[in-house]
């Protein structure tokens, strides 16, 4: 396996409208056998974000599970990307990011909300890719979350039609993490067992799904 460039800064703490830290990095495990590749996306490039802490959670989970993950950090994405010219002709520096989407058996996307939306940069992460093979029957889930009482829920609604757009397959469990403030820690894992417990069930419960679609 070859992993994908790594860039890292660290995850300074505190509570903003979303909210981790920034790494694009293939996670090696002992993948269960014939299992997908799951890409885990942490959609913003807000630097030192919950959502990348959150991400950092999911990929814990399903290494544990066996699976084998790839990370996608949206705080790494090369800043030539934002050229108008990127529209016709990508960056060479965008090309791990499309190749592990193309790589991947399954997308799982962890989104703040925004002004009631999914980031911008989330959108544009799309726009950029490949049409249309890069998310074609991919298996999708979402994870959201949020400063305030619904946890992302319209952000992870608009980012489904927007996969449901691009013909991909949705897992139909959904996490929602409100308050997220409050619910993480001040060591980056999650202060309540119960929504531990839901948060890593779900993730495996994905990864059992995109088994069972193998895209």
Known sequence: MVPVPVASRAPPGGRGMDEGCG????????????????????GTNRPGSNTRKVAALAVEGLEQAGEEVTLLDLTTLPPELFEATS?????????????????????????????????GIMKYFIDMLRFPESLVEMPAAFIGLSAGRWGA??????????????HAHLFGRRIFIPDIGAALGVDGRFADDAIEHRFGE?????????RRLGR
């Open 153 to 166: 829920l319209r952000a992870v609604e608009q980012l489904e039609m927007v996969f449901q757009y691009r």
């Open 87 to 119: 529209y016709a002709v990508k960056p060479a520096g965008f090309a791990p990011f499309q190749d592990a989407i193309l790589a991947a058996g399954g997308i799982l996307t962890v989104i703040p909300e925004y002004n009631g939306a999914c980031p």
């Open 202 to 210: 779900t993730v495996r419960a994905f990864a059992d799904f995109c």
């Open 23 to 42: 790494v694009v990095a293939k996670v090696e495990a002992a993948p269960n056998e014939g299992a997908p590749m799951i890409a885990v996306i942490s």
